[in-house]
Structures are given as structure tokens and as C-alpha cells.
């Protein structure tokens, strides 16, 4: 017989099974004896009141031995198969070639970056000399800006698809359990590379194909359906099925549409800053304690608040992380965040954003690039202000709310480095004008995070895509290009590691019913 309850155990007692036993056979009111093994089936943190506790839903197994069902893919040999390409190698390219393999259909995954091995060399040069590489940096490449920004896995799009089969995929190519446990699951920078490697040596044992340093510049149209993509290299791939799963950075693909008249549309995105503190007052704030508790992770927050009608948001929150650089170009800043597996770095991070919607932008409901350009422009102005080599503008948190610039700098996590500016000089009025109101609120929520310890780093600019790529509901194509399936972030459909994973396995759904 097995029974799920929820217990409350002190983080003292969170790794002692013995404890945890005694606690559920106290609650099914049964003796310990007869309690065989357990399973944490799902586990969170409870920090609302000062005894911070854990919350886990446990199986027991009573008067049985306990039997857990181990996740196994079920793939195919699709060497010689009918053939899909998938534009781009991150999460929704990889998960779509997955599910190609399940049903038996050949992926053919073009990728415009280099292999995860191979990009290290490049993240290596921006973050050390301040070079960007505009085909390999953290958002080009093998698994994509996920890979090498942090391998957060927290979704919420459980209605969109399987998020435990996606989970349990990477499970089975080398990632820790517990992010089936976790209600915050978190793999981290360390780790998903060989992760992603993994995945990929499987793709390719069963007949698919991935090729790196293939820029699709064009998709090949014969009476309104997908023949044919050719890359910057002069390669020409054939299929009748084409996954655009380009991810949100790479803009020559929405060029292309414009210089062949298909339809875009603008989209909202944020815009703010990173925002860094040292973790020990996140922790302090979150756990109400002078020191963390070695069984507790480092604390994460979640803030929200309305100013000038506007939403200000925390987005993509990195405990123990780091400000990595994310420009795509040269000629622009661009900010994320990541953590390690440990989340182990003295610091913490966030995107704190504001929506950017159309009737913010003069024509935007009639120019689909109105709000990419918008973005491109702050991310140049922030390149500007910093004075190259990748060098962030940025202003400490009571300097930015008091409009007064900084004599100096907190050391910080941003390795290309730092440069005191104004930030009223990237950000437009209406964003500043609502961080500086929200700021000291999220201050008075959360005891400490109000201080001049902190620092702002522009700019957060990448949240999403300004453009969507439209596709019909049911079928997920084009309206205009009959098998061109607009897929995950790059097309306006997801955000994040897991929901891209999802959409680009819907996709391959959708794409399995047309044949």
C-alpha cells in the first residue's frame, strides 16, 4: 500500500530519512516498522513565517518494498527516414529533434553557433577581452542562451505540455534527480553543457543530424510550402518540413521575412536593469536569520509592484550568480544572469524590467520592427555610455532612485567591468520613472534589498522577443507557408528553458499530424 502526505520538516532534519519516517508514520498514525521505504515526490520551501520550514509531498510505502518507475526514452533509428529541419540547436531545436527520433522522423538540426565545447573559447574572449563574436556567444550556440545562463528550469506552462517528460529527458542524460523534486528546479552552468553534449550524442547515434557554424539565410518557397534552406556556407538542405527555433536574438531570420514580404507582427517585451546584491542580505531578508542554514539553499526572491500604471517585475532571479554579458553585436550591451550548480558565488542577481507595450512606440501597431529597433537603440546607447570592450553602464540602487551618480562602484560579478553613468541617459523616462517608484517599495517588502550595496546594470533587454512570428493554432504553421512551423522564443511562443523544450516538441506534434 502507498500513501502521499504532505509534512513540514525543519531544514535540521531535511536529509534524515529516519526522521522523516518517524514524522509520516505519526501522521498516518501506523508504526514505523511497517514503513519500507519513501519517496519525496515533490519538495519546497516555506519561508513566511520566521521558522523557515521545508514542504515535501512524500510517498510511503506501507507493508510493500518501495518500486519508483525510472524514465527510459523510447527512440527510433531515423537514418534513412523522411527528414525535418530544425533551425537552431537550443532547447525547443534539441526537444523537437527528440521527439523526432520517438515517432520516427529524421532531424536535420542547423545550428549558426559552435558546439558547447567549442564555445567556451569565445564566452572566454567576451568576458575577458570584451570581444564579441556576432555567430558564438551565450545566446548563439549548442543549447542555445540557456547553456551557458544558468539552466533555470521553473515554468509554469504545465498546460502547454509534459514539463515532468521534459524534466525526466534530462534526468536521463546526466542531470541531478532532484529537479524532479524541486519546485524551483535549477541544473546550472557547470553542468548543462554536458548535459546538452549528451543529448546530442544520442541524436546522432539514432540517424539525425546536427551541423554548427550553419547560418540558415534562407528558406526556399515553391507555391506557398517550405522546399528547401540554404546556409552561409552554400549548403543546401531539402525537407517539406521546416522548425524555425531560432531563439530571440537572432534577427537576420525576422530580416528575412521582411525582404520576402511574410508576415511579422510587433510584440511587447520588458526592459530594465540587472540588479545585484550581496546574497547574504538576500538570504538575511528571505530567512529572516543573520546566517543561512547550511541545509538551506541560497534564498531567491520574487518582487512585483505597480507604478504609473506600469508593472515592475523581477525576472530570471540568480541565486549565488553572477552578470554575464550577452550582446549579440559589437556595438551593444546587453545583461543576463546565471548561477552555477552550487549557486555558490557571494552575490545575487535579477532582471528587474518593465513591459514595453506597442502604444509605447510611435507605429507600432503598423511597423512589425518598431520595437525591435526601440531595443536595438537602448542597447547601443548602453554601449555608448560604457565606452566599449563590452564595459556595462551602471549606478548603484539609492544613487539611481535619487538621480545622483555614483563616485564609485560595488565590486561586482560583471567580468567585462563596470563604468559609473546615469542610467536616465539609457533607459527611456517612462522605464526609469517607474524602477526609481518601485525600487524603495520592493525595499519595504524585503528588509534590506533598499541599499546602496546594490547595483544596477544596464541593460536587461532580452527578456523576450519584440517580434512574433504568427502561426495558425491548430496547425502551428505559417498562415502564409505551408510547413513552416514558427516555434519557442524566437518566434514569440515561449520563455524559458522549458517551455521552449515544450513548443518544440508541440510543434513536431502538430507538424506528425499533417503528414
Known amino acids: 500500500m502507498q500513501k502521499e502526505i504532505e509534512l513540514a520538516i525543519s531544514p535540521d532534519f531535511i536529509k534524515d530519512e529516519n526522521y522523516i519516517i518517524q514524522q509520516g508514520s505519526i501522521k498516518l498514525k501506523i ?108 545566446c548563439f550556440g549548442e543549447g542555445g542562451a540557456g547553456t551557458y545562463s544558468d539552466g533555470k528550469l521553473y515554468t509554469r506552462s504545465d498546460k502547454r505540455g509534459n514539463v515532468e517528460k521534459v524534466l525526466s529527458i534530462f534526468v536521463e542524460h546526466g542531470a541531478d534527480a532532484d529537479i524532479l523534486v524541486d519546485a524551483r528546479p535549477h541544473i546550472g552552468t557547470n553542468k548543462l553543457p554536458h548535459i546538452i553534449e549528451d543529448m546530442r550524442t544520442r541524436i546522432l547515434e539514432m540517424g539525425g543530424e546536427i551541423h554548427f557554424d550553419s547560418r540558415v539565410d534562407d528558406i526556399i518557397v515553391q507555391f506557398d510550402e517550405v ?111 546565471w548561477s552555477p550548480s552550487k549557486r555558490n558565488n557571494i552575490t545575487a542577481n535579477s532582471g528587474t524590467v518593465i513591459q514595453i507595450n506597442l502604444e509605447d512606440i510611435p507605429n507600432a501597431l503598423n511597423n512589425p520592427f518598431a520595437l525591435l529597433d526601440f531595443q536595438r537603440k537602448v542597447e547601443q546607447k548602453a554601449h555608448q555610455l560604457g565606452g566599449g570592450q563590452l564595459v556595462a553602464p551602471a549606478q548603484r540602487m539609492v544613487d539611481f532612485v535619487e538621480n545622483r551618480l555614483s563616485q564609485d562602484l560595488p565590486v561586482n560579478s560583471y567580468k567585462p567591468g563596470t563604468k559609473s553613468a546615469d542610467l536616465n541617459e539609457v533607459l527611456p523616462s517612462f522605464v526609469h520613472e517607474a524602477l526609481r517608484g518601485a525600487l524603495p517599495i520592493f525595499g519595504k517588502k524585503m528588509r534590506g534589498y533598499y541599499t546602496n550595496e546594490a547595483i544596477l546594470v544596464g541593460v536587461e533587454s532580452r527578456t523576450s522577443s519584440p517580434i512574433r512570428i504568427p502561426r495558425d493554432k491548430e496547425t502551428l504553421q505559417h498562415p502564409q507557408i505551408k510547413g513552416l512551423y514558427p516555434c519557442a522564443e524566437g518566434a514569440g511562443y515561449a520563455g524559458g528553458i522549458v517551455s521552449a523544450a515544450i513548443d518544440g516538441i508541440n510543434c513536431v506534434d502538430a507538424l506528425y499530424k499533417s503528414l
Open 227 to 337: 522546399t528547401a534552406v540554404t546556409t552561409a556556407d552554400g549548403k543546401r538542405f531539402e525537407a517539406n518540413h521546416i522548425l524555425l527555433a531560432t531563439g530571440h536574438s537572432a534577427r537576420d531570420i525576422y530580416e528575412l521575412f521582411r525582404k520576402k514580404n511574410w508576415q511579422l507582427e510587433a510584440k511587447p517585451f520588458a526592459l530594465g536593469v540587472r540588479i545585484e546584491h550581496p546574497q547574504s542580505i538576500i538570504d538575511q531578508a528571505q530567512y529572516h536569520c543573520s546566517t543561512r542554514h547550511e541545509n538551506l539553499p541560497p534564498a531567491y526572491y520574487s518582487l512585483v509592484e505597480q507604478v504609473n500604471d506600469r508593472g515592475v517585475f523581477s525576472f530570471c532571479m540568480c541565486p549565488g550568480g553572477i552578470i554575464a554579458p550577452c550582446s549579440t553585436e559589437p556595438d551593444e550591451i546587453v545583461v543576463n544572469g
Open 31 to 138: 508504526s514505523p516498522n511497517r514503513i519500507k521505504g519513501i519517496h519525496i515526490r515533490k519538495r519546497s520551501i516555506d519561508a513566511r513565517s520566521r521558522a523557515v520550514v521545508y514542504r515535501i509531498r512524500v510517498v510511503f510505502f506501507i507493508d510493500e518494498s518501495p518500486i519508483l518507475h525510472q524514465f527510459t526514452s523510447n527512440l527510433q533509428q531515423v537514418k534513412d527516414a523522411k527528414p525535418v529541419i530544425i533551425i537552431g540547436a537550443g532547447p525547443a531545436g534539441l526537444f523537437a529533434a527528440y521527439r523526432c527520433l520517438e515517432i520516427g522522423l529524421k532531424p536535420i538540426v542547423l545550428e549558426r553557433g559552435k558546439s558547447v565545447r567549442d564555445r567556451r573559447r569565445d564566452l572566454a574572449r567576451i568576458n575577458r577581452d570584451g570581444v564579441v563574436n556576432p555567430e558564438s556567444n551565450y
